[in-house]
């Protein structure tokens, strides 16, 4: 049985194609059309606000059509979050201020000042959501009700650090966070029912004499090798991948609490180039070196690259999806995306052609399982909606 899927492309040409379940496809459902072209109804969406900005709009994601448009009252200081759900989009600037606006109107409804320079911002979804805000300085974490933004938690360590990334963990009901400047990663859950973190010596541990702390807010502190540059999600929930300070890839396993491997890739990895992909009981990462066309394959069984996906030219975004990977390439005509098979080492194309865009290049995560393909200079190029399997 095949899938069809239709593509209207930013320079406006339809094709048609189809995804052959029965060959071992993956079923993707590509929906890009021109801009405007979408009905209001329930569209997936998608928030543009890149550090720096003082813009932030909201848009159909398969579409581009602008939702709503909002002039922040300062520069953006991280990417801006919208809750999971689609409800809320979240906003920390350089004014040091945290933001909450209504979706899609993009209404202000709640502010809250941040006593540390933010620099990244990630907001969990379900009844016990907590948006978290990480940046420098003394006391750079905090954890704030996604209602009101009242804070409900502020990490202070005896000296100033800088948070590097922060990672939403959402069937494990926590945010893995990782530091630039700490040899060190942390968990932090916002389940109510998350067990009690137990603090204390390892004789404490010994003698059953460890303090409970409450689960929900409290970190689980575990060390790692050195400081971590940025984190991306594994195909398992209880595993991650980061990139190191020296630019080096390590598998942390969050069940036991610290970096369990360190592959030997040819590929030097970088964020946007390191993506996770599952195929039945396989998994691991995609890895592209800046300039390659081919991405590697990592798999978790032996943690060895087992062999290379290529595509027509230099891989230019990677974006997990739904355990399928999207992959942005040049051509020498502009620029094409793919879905990248694992099991079968193969690239399907699905938009065959993007005129010359502004590079470098982003897939961004949306609503309802969309994904955007943005330009440097956050114009839209195409969407995908991507079903459950």
């Given amino acids: 049985m095949s899938r069809p899927f239709s593509c209207r492309c930013r320079d406006g040409r339809l094709r048609w194609g189809r995804f052959a379940r029965a060959a071992g496809l993956l079923g993707l459902v590509a929906v890009v059309t021109g801009a405007g072209q979408a009905d209001d109804g329930d569209a997936a969406l998608v928030a543009i606000g890149a550090p720096g900005a003082t813009r932030v709009a909201i848009l159909d994601c398969a579409s581009g059509r602008p939702r709503a448009t909002i002039t922040l009252p300062a520069a953006l200081a991280a990417e801006a979050a919208l809750a999971p759900d689609g409800s809320a989009l979240f906003a920390s600037t350089r004014g040091r201020e945290l933001l909450r606006y209504s ?6 409804q709640a502010r809250a000042p941040l006593e540390f320079e933010p620099t990244a911002l990630a907001a969990a979804g379900g009844p016990d959501a907590v948006v978290l805000a990480g940046g420098r300085g003394a006391g750079a974490l905090s954890a704030h009700d996604p209602a009101t933004l009242a804070e409900l938690q502020r990490y202070r360590l005896a000296e100033p650090f800088s948070v590097s990334a922060i990672l ?14 700490l040899a060190e990663a942390w968990e932090i859950a916002y389940d109510p029912g998350a067990p009690p973190v137990l603090q204390g010596l390892v004789h404490d541990y010994r003698m059953g004499e460890a303090v409970p702390l409450p689960g ?13 540059q940025s984190l991306s999600a594994g195909a398992a929930p209880y595993e991650v991948a980061r990139i190191d300070r020296s630019g080096a890839l390590g598998i942390v396993h969050l069940d036991v609490r610290r970096e369990i491997e360190r592959p030997r890739t040819a590929a030097a990895p970088s964020p946007g180039r390191v993506s996770a992909w599952g195929s039945g009981a396989r998994r691991g990462w995609l890895i592209a070196a800046p300039g390659a066309a081919a991405a590697e394959v990592l798999e978790v069984a032996d943690w060895r690259v087992t062999g290379r996906i290529a595509v027509d030219g230099e891989i230019l975004a990677l974006a997990a999806a739904r355990g399928r990977v999207l992959v942005a390439h040049a051509r020498p005509d502009g620029v094409a995306v793919s879905l990248l098979d694992v099991a079968r080492r193969a690239a399907e194309p699905i938009v065959t052609r993007l005129s010359s865009p502004a590079l470098p290049l982003r897939l961004a995560a949306g609503t ?8 440097r200079d956050d114009r839209w190029l195409a969407g995908f909606v991507v079903p459950p399997r």
Avoid: S
Wanted: aromatic share 12%; hydrophobic share 40%.
């Fill in 216 to 228: 929900r807010l409290t970190p689980r502190r575990f060390e790692l090798p050195g400081p971590t």
């Fill in 103 to 108: 979706v899609p109107g993009l209404r202000e």
């Fill in 168 to 181: 939403d963990a959402p069937a494990r009901r926590r945010f893995v966070i990782a530091f630039a400047d």
């Fill in 368 to 375: 309802g399982g969309c994904y955007a393909l943005f330009d």
